[in-house]
Every structure is written in C-alpha cells, then in structure tokens.
C-alpha cells in the first residue's frame, strides 16, 4: 500500500530534551515536506526536500533540523524543544513530476512539550 | 508576505445542496492550486487539484480556477454528511516547493 508513515503518533516530551520525529514513504517520491498545524493559524512548512541531501526551509523553520541522507525518509529534528512547538506535525511527500505537485500526507504526529 | 483566504466559517448545507466554498490568494505567480479535505484529528487528504483557468470535474466535485482574480472554489454537489469537515485551499508558491495553505473552511452537511 502506497503511504507516508510517521512515528511516534503521540509524543510528550519536556523543554529541551531533543527529539526526532521520523517520516517514510515507499512511493519513490523526490519531494518531502514537513508541516506544522495550529488552532487559528493553519497548516505552514517547515521544511522541504527536492532529493537527497537538498533540502530548503519554508515558512516557520526556527527551532528545527531536517536531514534527508535516503529518499524514502526525511526525519524532523527538534534538538531543544520548547512549549511553543506544541502543535500537530504532519509529512507530506510528492513525485513532483510534469508540474503534478500534489501531496500525500502522513497520519500526523502530536507533540506536546511541557 | 504570501496568503491564502477562505471564510472559516461553518458553512452549513443542507443534505443534496450544493456547497460552494472559496479562496483567494495573493501572489500572482502562484502556478497550482489544490483542495483538501480534513477530519478532525486526520490529516489532510487532496480531493481536487487545478492548473488551469476554468473548471475541472471529478465525480461530484468540481474545483474551479480565475487567476486573473486570484480566486480558486469548490463545489461539492449532492453533499452529504460525510462531507462534513473542514477544507483546506493550498496554493504552491513559484519558488521551489513552498505550499501555502488557507486556514480553512469548515463545513456542515445536516442530514
């Protein structure tokens, strides 16, 4: 089944204590993304990936690291986590083929940080 | 700075009526345009996207594109209470792979 899995779904986790939330997709996609979903602000990226070791921040990338070393996977990094990264992360990955930039989400992963 | 519009709403229909929802966006070298759906709690799931000014049709969906006003809708027909969710209008930017999303619009569909 063609999909993009995240681990861990749930995390909680304390200030400063790094943490890595993986992403993997088994659909030969180039293109990874990763983005972070709050209450009243909406969906924004984080970072992305065109290939392997390229990879460009997108929109809220303060506070984070992304490495993309293999094609299927692109981890996000939070070395120093703070409560203000409370949010829903969802990884997202394209072919990006002709122009078709369509994206395929992940299940999500809910990280609290107290 | 980028930005994609939509009503927040709800939008309430009643069941077999046609939901109409919007988005407006601000740059105009914005080259894709997509829509998707959101349960609460899931993530989200692309139902309909659009290159092309004028209108694309799939199954009871149909997404339709002015860039000349920079505006992108949706029009769900015959709607149903599994329609009910909220829905994301997401426009790719004309710089590598940067994705904009509305903050969306949240539909309801009474049976």
């Known amino acids: 089944e063609a999909q993009v899995t995240q681990n861990p779904r749930y995390l909680i986790t304390v200030t400063g204590k790094k943490l890595t939330v993986t992403c993997s997709q088994n659909?030969?996609?180039?293109?990874m993304s990763w983005y972070r979903q709050d209450p009243g602000l909406g969906l924004r990226q984080i970072y992305y990936s065109m290939n392997v070791e390229v990879t460009d921040k997108g929109d809220v990338p303060e506070g984070y690291k992304v490495s993309r070393k293999e094609k299927r996977n692109f981890p996000l990094i939070l070395e120093s986590p703070s409560p203000n990264q409370t949010s829903l992360y969802f990884c997202?990955?394209?072919?990006?083929?002709?122009?078709?930039?369509?994206?395929?989400f992940g299940p999500g992963t809910r990280l609290t940080v107290t | 700075q980028k930005e994609v519009e939509q009503n927040s709403g709800p939008l309430s229909v009643p069941e077999g009526a046609i939901a109409s929802l919007n988005c407006t966006y601000s740059?105009?070298?914005?080259?894709?345009f997509f829509w998707y759906r959101q349960y609460s709690g899931k993530s989200p799931e692309l139902i309909m996207f659009?290159?092309?000014?004028g209108d694309k049709e799939d199954g009871r969906f149909t997404a339709q594109l002015n860039k000349a006003s920079q505006y992108v809708s949706l029009l769900i027909r015959d709607s149903q209470p599994s329609d009910s969710a909220t829905y994301l209008c997401a426009v790719e930017g004309g710089q590598g792979f940067s994705f904009i999303f509305g903050k969306g619009t949240r539909l309801l569909v009474k049976p």
């Open positions: 740059d105009r070298g914005s080259q894709s």
């Open positions: 659909m030969n996609h180039e293109y």
């Open positions: 997202a990955s394209s072919l990006y083929l002709a122009g078709d930039s369509r994206q395929y």
């Open positions: 659009i290159y092309s000014n």
